[in-house]
């Protein structure tokens, strides 16, 4: 469980910046925009720190799923004891 909320976490990772990436080219846009394309890229501007956000939300969650998740020598050692 815990290897896989590594991978979850390294994916989130990559997304995030993926987001970060379009965020910026959007914002690049945006200079040059004028009238309904700039508040099309403004809004994109908007999903995607929003999503971005979210995706922190979720790396945190991650996070506190892995230190609760009990490592594989825990297991061991309570199948030992039982």
Sequence with gaps: MKKELFELDELACFVNDRIKKLDWLIFQLM??????????????????????QQIEK???????LREQTASKADLECLQSVA
């Design 31 to 52: 200079e040059t925009a004028t009238g309904d394309d700039a508040i099309v890229a403004s809004l994109a501007t908007d999903t995607a720190m929003t999503t971005s």
């Design 58 to 64: 979720m790396q945190v969650l991650i996070s506190k």
